[in-house]
């Protein structure tokens, strides 16, 4: 298993209607990490923000580990 611990500043607007969930987005977008696998709706909501896919676990097992 591997982690990566980054610096994630908070964002200057707001992004989810879950101000807390921000932390999750700026934390992909600074560590270049493609998908947020999540099943909070807020974030799934905006999903695709710069580039960043956030996905159900069970789409992120369907696309990624089963091949599907």
């Keep these: 298993m ?5 610096h994630a500043p908070p ?3 707001r992004v989810s209607d879950d101000p807390d969930d921000d932390m999750f987005l700026v934390a992909a977008l600074v560590s270049s990490a493609p998908i947020v696998v999540s099943g909070d709706r ?21 696309q990624y580990i089963s091949g599907r």
Excluded: E, K, N, Y
Aim: aromatic share 6%; no cysteine; net charge neutral.
């Design 42 to 62: 807020d974030l799934l909501s905006v999903s695709g923000w710069r580039g960043i896919a956030v996905l159900t676990p069970r789409q992120f097992h369907d």
């Design 2 to 6: 591997r982690a990566t611990i980054v």
């Design 11 to 13: 964002l200057d607007v």
